[in-house]
């Protein structure tokens, strides 16, 4: 038996991480053709986007894939990227698990340092031919080319040739790799993918030119690049024991106190004094003598002191205006009804790693009405295209009652139907993909309960759009009827007793007895028109507050003719109107200027002050006007169910999903 065991540990040698992946390639995406090739264009696309913000430089892409022959495509990628140095340019396309960004806490869209060199990998695996970089850095008038593949044995670059040649661009890379692949139209297409990138990455200009020929771009939106995410400490918040023993271990620092300040974001020397002293460890201890009890003590210590928000300039989130800009300019020619006002969250914790979630909500138009809602997941700016089911995006939209928020849900579970696309979008310093192949979130509570309260916010401003039109339709058929029934009846009446037609409004508003409230925006190149219209279809006076969300700042002050009542923080506007007779008209207009249409494409108009039975055409306001502490809905009255492990409410005011963090 002894000689068996030493026969076995013969055979036992460590193996390189490219041998590895080489022989499990459908971990990194490579698990058919048709996923190779999109791979393999996702990977190269997200180094140049990423190259091209950190140097602060607009992204203008160039996709091209040809076809060579039966499934064998050429992929090339250009970018007007900072380029990268010679010495750097094998690793960074050779060699596994090699970057910048693995130990780095800020969001990128490469983590692990394995995608682009493990397109090289599978590219002369399946084909046998070499990858082709160019890249040309502004200060040096050539640029330098080389072919190479990666040598899996030994996890680096071998270089099969390589000089410097005269291109005409001033700065980027070009990457040009041969693969077996499959291409193909659809859902889960290149296309797809690259419509996908346009949308949440509006600053970008893509350029494809598919086999086909027929090109293809995309227009960027924005002229703004994101602002540089900065690297920051891991937040003490759900950090695990292990890894606490393990900073202990290595920090260079020499007190605890010191340790807890410098190895951690949010932890001050006094708030450090404090989780010691509850913890028990002394202060002065040596962070490389922490026993597992103490380290024990010190995340329970961690949970009872008070501990500031993540910094969230460590993330980049696309914002609610550029969703909403990036939806409608790839989107555009769907002709939807309603864009709803996208939702951003407040920055959370999970294990160590900030992270916020984004939804927009786009409906109506054009889409589908029989088929089930399309889903757009992304992560970090990054489309995910496969492994739907499998990720936490996905299980929080199928965990939503959609139809409270006028979608139709068979069970009340699962994916709704009806004519709608779901934005979702996680930014985080380290999203936790549930593999390699980075298609889909895991399914990490925190991360869970972020997206369906976003979900649920932007549902809800859906809702009161669905609402809003629903009761104006119904009163203006109702109105419409009124107006032109009764004066036929009264005409004809007349006629036959032989008297004067009366006068009508009184029998009319008698009818209706509502307060008919008509709002309306206009763009007109660099404006707005607004007008909001009160209409007292009552039998007696009516008296109210009217509210609007708008910035006031923008308001061209000639245009506005009824000076509000109140204007609080900028952009709470408030008008009392003292009497409005029975069939009296009320008109606000007002023309708005330096807003995009992106920014004010709807008003938001509230009444308080009047019974909301009356009112139809707008959410009634109850209580006093406090948008921070108060939730909308459409009876006028706080929703209830939405509270969280703690009880802490997500309050809404109708335009806002804002969380009590009290």
């Known amino acids: 038996m002894s000689s068996i065991a030493h026969e076995l540990a013969k055979k036992q040698k460590e193996i390189s991480v490219s041998e590895f992946f080489e022989k499990n390639k459908q971990i990194l995406g490579f698990d058919s053709l048709t996923r190779a090739l999109i791979t393999s264009v996702k990977e190269a696309v997200d180094n140049s986007l990423d190259a091209c913000e950190d140097a602060g430089i607009l992204p203008d892409l160039m996709v091209k894939v040809e076809k060579i022959e039966n499934n064998e495509y050429r992929v090339t990628v250009e970018d007007n990227g900072p380029g990268i140095v010679k010495k750097q340019v094998p690793n960074v396309f050779a060699r596994l698990l090699y970057g910048s960004r693995f130990h780095t806490r800020s969001q990128r869209r490469g983590q692990q340092g394995i995608g682009v060199s493990a397109v090289v990998m599978y590219g002369q695996l399946t084909t046998g031919k070499a990858a082709k970089v160019k890249s040309k850095i502004s200060d040096e008038d050539v640029a330098y080319e080389c072919e190479l593949i990666l040598d899996t044995k030994k996890n680096r670059p071998d270089i099969i040739s390589e000089d410097f040649v005269i291109w005409d661009r001033q700065h980027g890379t070009s990457f040009q790799i041969n693969v077996k692949g499959k291409y193909i139209g659809g ?5 797809e993918y690259l419509k996908g990138v346009a949308i949440v990455n509006p600053h970008a200009k893509i350029t494809f030119v598919p086999p086909e020929g027929n090109t293809v771009v995309f227009e960027r939106a924005s002229e703004q690049v994101p602002p540089p995410t900065k690297e920051i400490q891991p937040h003490p918040e759900g950090v695990e024991l292990g890894e606490l023993l393990s900073m202990a271990k290595y920090t260079e620092s020499l007190k605890m106190t010191s340790f807890l300040n410098t190895e951690f974001s949010r932890i001050s020397y006094r708030v450090a004094r404090d989780i010691c002293e509850i913890a028990g460890v002394p202060p002065d201890q040596k962070p490389q003598n922490l026993a597992l009890e103490q380290a024990g003590a010190i995340l329970e210590a961690i949970k009872k002191v008070k501990i500031m928000a993540p910094e969230t300039d460590c993330l980049s989130p696309i914002g609610e205006t550029l969703i909403r800009k990036g939806l409608k300019n790839v989107l555009g020619s769907v002709k939807a009804e309603f864009y709803a006002p996208p939702v951003t969250r407040e920055a959370k914790v999970f294990a160590g790693n900030p992270f916020l979630v984004e939804v927009g909500i786009v409906y109506g138009g054009q889409l589908n009405r029989e088929e089930s809602v399309q889903i757009l997941r ?39 139907f009806g004519p709608a696309i779901i934005l979702v979008h996680v930014a985080s310093t380290k999203i936790p993909f549930t593999s390699e192949s980075k298609e889909a979130v895991a399914n990490i509570p925190e991360i869970r309960e972020e997206i369906e309260l976003a979900l649920k916010a932007c549902a809800r401003r859906l809702k009161t759009h669905l609402n809003k039109a629903a009761k104006r339709s119904k009163a203006k058929v109702k109105f419409e009827i009124v107006q032109d029934i009764i ?4 005409e004809k ?4 007793v032989g008297k004067p037609v009366p006068k009508l409004a009184g029998t009319i508003t008698k009818i209706m007895n509502v307060v ?32 609007m969300l708008v910035p006031y700042d923008k308001i061209d002050q000639k245009t506005l003719k009824e000076k509000p009542m109140e204007v609080r923080d900028g952009n709470k506007l408030t008008w009392e109107i003292k009497r409005l007779s029975s069939t009296e008209i009320f008109e606000l207009t007002f023309d708005l200027h330096g ?3 992106e920014q004010y494409d709807e008003n938001e108009v509230y009444v308080s002050g009047i019974d909301a039975a009356s009112v139809i055409g707008v959410e009634v306001l109850p209580g006093d006007w406090d948008l921070e502490h108060l939730k909308i ?28 963090e009290e």
């Open 187 to 191: 859902k889960q297409s290149i296309f």
């Open 378 to 416: 992304f992560a970090n700016r990054v489309p995910l295209m496969y492994q739907q089911g499998a990720c936490a995006i996905t299980q929080a939209i199928e965990a939503v009652d959609w139809r409270r928020y006028g979608l139709e849900q068979r069970g009340g579970s699962g994916i709704p």
């Open 487 to 490: 004066p036929m009846i009264a």
């Open 493 to 496: 009446s007349a006629k036959i």
């Open 516 to 547: 008919w409230v008509d709002d309306e925006v206009k763009p007109d190149k660099n404006k707005h028109h607004v007008s909001v219209k009160i209409f007292n279809y009552t039998p007696k006076s009516q008296s109210l507050h009217l509210h």
């Open 595 to 597: 807003l995009s249409q």
């Open 633 to 660: 809905t459409e009876e006028g009255a706080p929703e209830e169910g939405e509270e969280g492990e703690e009880g802490e409410v997500d309050y809404d005011d109708g335009a806002e999903a804002i969380k009590d």
